[in-house]
């Protein structure tokens, strides 16, 4: 586990210096890489886990109305899985809807959801994604 950790650090070191207390990388002397990345004093995975989860994050962002029940379901999934997701609440507002369903192809239903940008559709395209193992790699920012 802490190789993983390791190499995952070593792979983003410039924004990690800010979250632990680090001494020089081990690396140094075979890659002169220079940076900074091992932790000095004890430190919880699972929060470094959570950091680096943020830290590589994809762009999510939801189009929702305030009591849409499947929005309602859809944000409960990316909650569940601690993403943080930009909400567009547009109750009523014509104007958004219209911008909205021009980024998601003609949909006008809600929610629908871009994760980088990309159209990934409403709530039952979600869950199918999830369903199917794809979810968690987009939310990460990683290439499909």
């Known amino acids: ?6 190499t ?16 020089r990388c081990p690396f140094l002397s075979e890659r002169n890489c220079g940076c900074l990345l091992l932790p000095r004093t004890p430190f919880n995975l699972q929060s470094i886990a959570l950091s680096l989860s943020k830290l590589m994050s994809a762009n999510t962002e939801i189009y929702t109305w305030s009591y849409c029940p499947f929005c309602v379901r859809a944000k409960a999934l990316l909650s569940k899985k601690n993403v943080e997701y930009r909400e567009y609440i547009i109750d009523g507002d014509e104007s958004a809807r219209d911008a ?18 990309r159209h990934v559709g409403g709530c039952d395209d979600l869950y199918e994604l999830e369903a199917m193992g794809k979810l968690d790699p987009l ?3 990683l290439p499909s």
């Open 139 to 141: 939310l990460a920012g």
């Open 1 to 6: 586990m802490t190789t993983l950790v390791t």
């Open 8 to 23: 995952t650090l070593h792979s983003i070191r410039p924004t990690v210096r800010n979250l632990l207390p680090l001494e």
């Open 100 to 117: 909205m369903a021009e980024r998601a192809n003609g949909r006008r239903s809600l929610p629908q959801i871009f994760i980088d940008g």
